[in-house]
C-alpha cells in the first residue's frame, strides 16, 4: 500500500475533504504488487495469534508453527526485495523491521552504493 497516500487520508483537513484527496492521489494501479507487499503482515498477524494460542494451550506444535511462519516472512521479504531491485524496480514500501533488516543486509552487501546522499553533496 502507498504509505504516502494512508497518511494524506489520515491527515485530512476539513477544508479540503476526503474525496478532493482521493481524486488527487490515486491509489497504485498495480494491484498486484500491493496484495504482494501486504502478504508478510497478514503472516505477522497470522504468526502473533498463533503464539497467543501456543501460550493459552500451551501446545508445542504451534509454537514451532509460529516461529515458521516468522521465518518464511523475513524470507519471503528478502526473496520480494531481491527480485523487484533485480527488475529495476523499488517496490518496498512498508517500513517495519523487515525492511529495516534486509536494508541493512543490502548495505553490508554494497558498503559504498546505498551511503547517505547528503554526505556526497558536503
Request: aromatic residues 18%; glycine residues 4%.
Amino acid at each position: 500500500m502507498n504509505i504516502d497516500y494512508i497518511l494524506l487520508c489520515l491527515n485530512i483537513s476539513a477544508l479540503t475533504g476526503t474525496y478532493f484527496r482521493e481524486m488527487q492521489d490515486q491509489f497504485p494501479e498495480q494491484g498486484l504488487y500491493t496484495v504482494i507487499q501486504i502478504v508478510p503482515d497478514f503472516l505477522n498477524i497470522l504468526a502473533s495469534v498463533m503464539l497467543i494460542f501456543a501460550i493459552i494451550s500451551q501446545y508445542g506444535w504451534l509454537f514451532w508453527t509460529t516461529l515458521f511462519f516468522q521465518a518464511f516472512q523475513a524470507v519471503y521479504f528478502l526473496i520480494f526485495s531481491f527480485t523487484s531491485a533485480s527488475l529495476g524496480s523499488n517496490l518496498i514500501i512498508n517500513e517495519s523491521i523487515w525492511h529495516n533488516l534486509v536494508y541493512s543486509y543490502y548495505r553490508q552487501l554494497k558498503p559504498r552504493a546505498t551511503e547517505n546522499m547528503v554526505e556526497g553533496l558536503e
